[in-house]
């Protein structure tokens, strides 16, 4: 698919079920995604609301369609965590490696950094090289390895993490400022 003609904008609780269309196989088939159950649309538009009340929830359309999505939410719910940012991205499947998911990514780091997030971070189920190295092409570097931690599809799992430094202006050294 070709992605120029795609669109990146933020997403609503109308496109819960768009978004589930695209993340059914990836719940259903594989342990990429660490769900065993397929979200009900009220609860995608429960999450969509919710990222996009403090974090992001951005969609890729494309021909009238939305081809992915991606989003960010809290790495950990205690106010001394709430500059940090944990990051998901979703393509539909016949879409990858044509540029949809770096279109969406680009805009959620930049839209988080606006915001005022110091890092962001992202857990990938292992193996997985495809996604470690997008991740690694945006400047993601390994934080740490969570060995055997998930039990899906009949197997454990390893959860690699990766990190990366939002970019700001002045001393990265000096205290954040608000979350707007």
């Known amino acids: 698919m070709d992605v120029t003609d795609s669109s990146v904008r933020q997403a609503s609780p109308q496109d819960a079920a768009a978004c589930i269309a695209i993340y059914r196989p990836f719940v259903e088939n594989t342990a990429i995604s660490w769900?065993?159950?397929?979200?009900?649309?009220?609860?995608?538009?429960?999450?969509?609301?919710?990222?996009?009340?403090?974090?992001?929830?951005?969609?890729?359309?494309?021909?009238?369609?939305?081809?992915?999505f991606a989003y960010?939410?809290?790495?950990?719910?205690?106010?001394s965590y709430q500059w940090s940012v944990e990051t998901g991205i979703y393509v539909q499947l016949g879409c990858h490696r044509a540029g949809a998911g770096r279109k969406l990514y680009t805009q959620l780091l930049r839209r988080l950094t606006e915001r005022g997030y110091r890092r962001a971070f992202a857990g990938i189920t292992q193996p997985n090289e495809a996604?470690?190295?997008?991740?690694?092409?945006?400047?993601?570097?390994?934080?740490?390895?969570?060995?055997?931690?998930?039990?899906?599809?009949?197997?454990?799992?390893?959860?690699?993490?990766?990190?990366?430094?939002?970019?700001?202006?002045?001393?990265?050294?000096?205290?954040?400022?608000?979350?707007?």
């Open 35 to 68: 769900e065993i159950d397929v979200p009900s649309v009220a609860e995608m538009a429960s999450r969509i609301t919710a990222a996009r009340d403090t974090h992001e929830w951005l969609v890729l359309e494309g021909d009238g369609e939305i081809i992915g």
């Open 72 to 79: 960010g939410h809290a790495l950990y719910r205690v106010p």
């Open 131 to 180: 996604s470690n190295g997008f991740h690694r092409s945006f400047g993601f570097q390994d934080a740490g390895l969570y060995r055997r931690v998930g039990w899906k599809n009949d197997s454990w799992h390893d959860v690699a993490w990766m990190q990366l430094d939002l970019p700001r202006t002045g001393n990265p050294e000096e205290g954040p400022g608000p979350i707007l």
